[in-house]
């Protein structure tokens, strides 16, 4: 579910975004992303307060947020980096950027609706199964170099998963998967080979 609405986000900002000059794309990219920031932080903070009402540490939820840091830029960097030296690579960095930080808001928000926190459920191995055969397809279709970012952004990504899927429970391990397949498939702009 998450997956898509992830993918939605993305669609929804694009219209508004991708016109004029490559100037202007890049300055209202860069403008949505630093309104998803801003929104991340307060989100962030309301969900700090509320672990520490709940008499909870805070501890795992700043490694969690660490975690999802370098995920998030270990990710965007392998995605700039794929189509340098086209001008396109800033865009492409930015608009994977606020893909990641809407994303982190949407579970810092919905962890924060939640009444319950239910133990943490297996993850789907149908799920596991589809990001390695996605994974793999990547790593076939790009070079050396390419393919060790790619392979440091997925280690963080996983890092970042266990952390957060140790507080979030339930289904997160299955939805984040779903989503890191999303945004692997959103990070190739060339023709779709999964």
């Known amino acids: 579910m ?4 992830f993918a939605l986000q993305l669609v929804a900002a694009a ?3 991708n016109q004029g000059t490559t100037y202007d794309i890049r300055g209202c990219w860069a403008k949505q992303d630093a309104a998803a920031a801003a929104e991340l932080k307060s989100t962030y903070a309301a969900v700090e307060t509320a672990f520490q009402k709940e008499g909870l540490s805070t501890e795992s939820l700043a490694v969690s947020q660490d975690a999802w840091t370098n995920a998030r830029d270990k ?5 700039y980096n794929m189509y340098l030296p086209g001008t396109i690579a800033p865009q492409l960095g930015t608009e994977c950027d606020l893909r990641m930080t809407q994303a982190r808001t949407q579970h810092l928000a919905a962890w924060l609706k939640q009444k319950f926190h239910p133990p943490e459920q297996a993850g789907s191995t149908d799920v596991d199964t589809e990001l390695n055969r996605i994974y793999k397809l990547y ?3 790009i070079n050396s170099s390419q393919a060790k970012s790619l392979t440091n952004a997925q ?6 998963r266990n952390t957060w899927c140790a507080i979030a429970g339930g ?12 945004e692997l498939e959103a990070s ?6 999964w």
């Open 155 to 160: 280690s963080a990504w996983s890092s970042y």
């Open 188 to 193: 190739w702009i060339g023709e779709a080979f």
């Open 15 to 17: 219209p508004q975004c």
């Open 2 to 5: 998450l997956a898509a609405v």
């Open 75 to 79: 990710t965007c960097a392998f995605e």
């Open 171 to 182: 289904s997160c391990l299955t939805d984040l998967t779903n989503e890191r397949i999303a």
């Open 139 to 141: 790593v076939a279709r």
